[in-house]
């Protein structure tokens, strides 16, 4: 019986995790889950009005949930970077989530923007290393507002964090028949890239059954555009991960699609939609919540049952060609509305 903590945050974040809990109480009922949820109040409130992010009290009860559902943080009332470092980034540090997954996957043709590019093409998942790389924060400042000033910011690449992140998308590739290409730029970077190569050149030896390529990260985002459907798994650094996967959101059709998960398999992985807490339309009721939806089903697939998540992604399809959609996405349904009929799909499925 899986349990799991619900951070619904700021903004539109709140509304959006509203309909993803509606799908899953749902499929827990449906399909006999005995999903267990506590909520907590993180975000802006709790900030302005006790000056604290996250608590260590909550930090460990975190601990003892199986994963953690997140909405969005963010808030025009407070300044630009404390609740995502406070916050998010914190959780991610406390809980090592070293992979961050994030599926690239076109649900319909109309929403594409490359031409004669659709479903069949756009279909696949970037593995981007979470914790390491170019967003350590290790470096410094030296001479500050001089003209003799020198920043450095350090590249970070240790053999453990290399490792992991390449034999997690091994397997991952494995278990989904894929194929498995590393995104680098080992021919520049030759210290830290040159390590990720010779760790994916080891482990491709442990993995026979897993066929392999290699792409530097210019040619990659040429490739994404022109020959989308030669990709089935792309493992990368942190920082080309963060590229990558923005180019790879407008693939699938935009922020409203994109969903993402934390992952650590050791220890307690988070599953949250990709897009912020949009202080712009809060409280209107128009966010979509197809991404905080997907990420409920990457959740589920988490726990092992990717039958359900297939389900769900079946259900918000057919909701698509169905046009039964938010107004970023074209149709004119609210956010509830908009979970309220993919639960009636599922209940015909
Ligand atoms: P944003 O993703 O919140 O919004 C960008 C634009 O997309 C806005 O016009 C918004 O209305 C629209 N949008 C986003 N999600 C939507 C949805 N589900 N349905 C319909 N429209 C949607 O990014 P922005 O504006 O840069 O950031 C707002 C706040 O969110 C900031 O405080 C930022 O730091 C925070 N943020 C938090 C993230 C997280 O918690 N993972 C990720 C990105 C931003
Ligand atoms: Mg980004």
């Known amino acids: 019986m899986p349990s799991i903590a619900v951070l619904p945050g700021d903004g539109i974040g709140k509304e959006v995790i509203n309909e993803g809990l509606k799908i899953l109480n749902f499929m827990g009922d449906r399909y006999n889950l005995n999903l267990k949820f506590e909520e907590f109040d993180i975000g802006a409130e709790r900030f302005l009005k006790y000056g604290e992010l996250i608590p260590d009290s909550i930090l460990k009860r975190l601990e003892t949930f199986d994963a953690i559902y997140l909405g969005a943080v963010g808030d025009p009332r407070v300044p630009a970077g404390v609740l995502e470092h406070g916050i998010l980034l914190k959780l991610r540090f406390h809980f090592d989530q070293y992979v961050n997954l994030r599926p690239i996957k076109l649900l319909n043709d109309r ?110 985002t040429m490739k994404m555009v022109r020959n989308p459907e030669i990709f089935d798994v792309i493992v990368t650094c942190n920082m080309f991960g963060d590229i990558i996967t923005d180019l790879g ?77 938010s107004k970023d996405m074209g149709g004119n349904l609210s956010t509830s509305e908009v979970g309220d009929e993919i639960v009636k799909i599922l209940k015909r499925g």
């Open 249 to 325: 959101a407008e693939l699938q059709g935009g922020m409203g699609l994109a969903a993402s998960g934390n992952i650590n398999p050791n220890t307690v992985s988070m599953f949250e939609p990709v897009h912020g807490s949009a202080p712009d339309i809060a409280g209107k009721g128009i966010a979509n919540p197809l991404a905080a939806i997907l990420a409920a089903a990457m959740m589920l697939e988490y726990f092992g049952r990717k039958d359900l998540s297939e389900k769900i992604e079946g259900a918000i399809k057919i909701s698509i060609d169905e046009n039964l959609l």
């Open 111 to 220: 929403f594409s923007p490359l031409k004669k590019k659709g479903v069949n093409e756009i279909n696949f998942t970037v593995i981007r290393e979470n914790t390491e790389g170019l967003y350590a924060g290790i470096g410094g400042i030296l001479k500050k507002d001089t003209k003799d000033e020198v920043a450095i910011q350090e590249m970070i690449s240790t053999r453990k964090g290399v490792e992991r992140i390449i034999r997690y998308a091994f397997e991952y590739a494995k278990n989904n028949n894929g194929k498995l290409t590393l995104c680098d730029k080992s021919n520049v970077l030759t210290y830290s890239h040159g390590l990720w190569l010779r760790v994916f050149e080891e482990l491709k030896k442990e993995y026979p059954e897993v066929q392999t390529d290699h792409y530097y990260v210019d040619a990659i």
